[in-house]
DNA sequence: TACCAACGTTGGCGCTACCAACATATATGT
DNA sequence: ACATATATGTTGGTAGCGCCAACGTTGGTA
């Protein structure tokens, strides 16, 4: 489907619009992860944890936006793959403590450059202002909305 | 999680921002479609039956963006609820006509106000030059971008 | 006629977002 | 202090959505 065979309708739909465009950018951040095995959820996590430092998997949750659950099984793909560390935190025993190791951070570097390789590919047929523009537009938008996950 | 919560380098992604405003949109729209029974699937092919009139199934896939397979069912489900008729295309045996019926129309209209009130719900931040232009600025994306079912 | 393309259909896979429930552990109010 | 509420990790399950492979039927083409 191009988009000019959509609807006429459905093409002036804000929401439409923006499914339709999420689709397109995880297409093309996936097809830039595949062949290295990467998946979205495990960027935002290596991200998270490399700004702010280790942290329970329930703050975690709340910081990437995924629920407690999903977190766990994200948990478990990463230490498996020994890019992340899970231990019991000593001072409140409710707690894992997850933090990054060194091949976790060598993961997100690669990561990094191919995600930003990604966006390019995206925002190809935008000018630098412009993107700056459909940045500022989103982030309006999501600031003015709730969390997803008040759970 | 709140936006402002969410590490600093996914807050300027656009792939992150835009799939984050597709899943606010999509809570938006769910959100009052789900009283009233609704799917969002559901209104695209209303929508295009409504525009163009009686097609066969793998030219409405095309045109709503969904699979060849999944219409299918999505058929099966409006004319369950006798929203739409599916009748063996005479001229062409390979085919079904799907049409919209009576009650579909309706049914459309219904789902129109909706999401109308949705849309403005989900650009409530944003002034109406802002709004062109976030639509204007996803189009170009999306134009840009090839099919999505090249299948 | 032989071949290829399109159609509808079934069945399946994987990702993502959710929710409910539970046991355990901590925090809070009285 | 004790009862109650809340937070955490975990399991398991639901649902929508996008996508793919295969098959039998039908139509168009070489």
Redesign the interface.
């Known amino acids: 489907?191009?988009?000019?065979?959509?609807?006429?309708?459905?093409?002036?739909?804000?929401?439409?619009?923006?499914?339709?465009?999420?689709?397109?950018?995880?297409?093309?951040?996936n097809n830039r992860l595949g062949p290295i095995g990467g998946q979205r959820r495990e960027f935002?996590l290596l991200?998270?944890l490399d700004?702010?430092g280790p942290d329970s998997q329930a703050a975690l949750s709340?910081?990437?936006?995924v629920d407690r659950s999903d977190m766990v099984a994200l948990v478990n793909d990463l230490a498996r793959g020994g890019l992340v560390e899970r231990r019991p935190d000593e001072t409140d025993r409710r707690r894992n403590v997850v933090s990054l190791t060194a091949a976790g951070r060598n993961r997100l570097q690669a990561l990094?450059e191919v995600?930003a390789a990604?966006?390019d590919e995206?925002?190809?047929?935008?000018s630098p202002s412009?993107?700056d523009?459909?940045?500022a537009?989103?982030?309006?938008?999501?600031?003015?909305?709730?969390?997803?996950?008040p759970a």
């Open positions: 489907m191009d988009i000019e065979d959509a609807p006429a309708p459905l093409r002036r739909l804000p929401s439409w619009l923006v499914s339709q465009a999420a689709l397109v950018a995880q297409r093309t951040v935002s991200t998270a700004e702010s709340r910081r990437c936006g990094r995600i990604a966006q995206l925002l190809a047929p935008l412009e993107r523009r459909l940045v537009l989103l982030t309006t938008v999501l600031e003015h909305h709730p969390p997803a996950m």
